[in-house]
């Protein structure tokens, strides 16, 4: 079976971490692009973090940069984000997605571009 699952979310105090895991099983994901993506209730889903298949290359929006990092494991066909110094306004629903081969800095982060998508986990970020 083709699919992506995400896992790692919960409910962290603010300033805490959590590692989100995105595994896929069915195929692998040495020739795609990866992204992070989040929703929270109300709002718009927002590309967060991607990495690209070709050389690794990360990007990062805006709004986690310098708090979340972004890595793959191939050999464990598996993409990694780990979160640090969470905040409130980080809670969401978290989900990975596929995309083609070397999207770039301008689509990377785009959701439309995204092809194959996990159903997603929850990140509670309160005290």
């Known amino acids: 079976q083709v699919q992506l699952v995400e896992s790692g979310g919960g409910l962290v105090q603010p300033g805490g971490s959590l590692r989100l895991s995105c595994a896929a099983s069915?195929?692998?994901?040495?020739?795609?692009?990866i992204g992070w993506f989040r929703q929270a209730p109300g709002k718009e889903r927002e590309g967060i973090s991607c990495i690209s298949a070709s050389d690794g290359t990360t990007y990062y929006a805006d709004s986690v940069k310098g708090r979340f990092i972004i890595s793959r494991d191939n050999a464990k066909n598996t993409v990694y984000l780990q979160m640090n110094s969470l905040k409130t306004e980080d809670t969401a629903v978290y989900s990975c997605?596929?995309?083609?081969?070397?999207?770039?800095?301008?689509?990377?982060?785009?959701?439309?571009?995204?092809?194959?998508w996990g159903q997603g986990t929850q990140v509670t970020v309160s005290s």
């Open positions: 069915g195929f692998t994901l040495d020739y795609y692009d």
């Open positions: 997605a596929t995309g083609d081969y070397g999207l770039g800095r301008l689509k990377c982060l785009t959701p439309a571009e995204y092809d194959f």
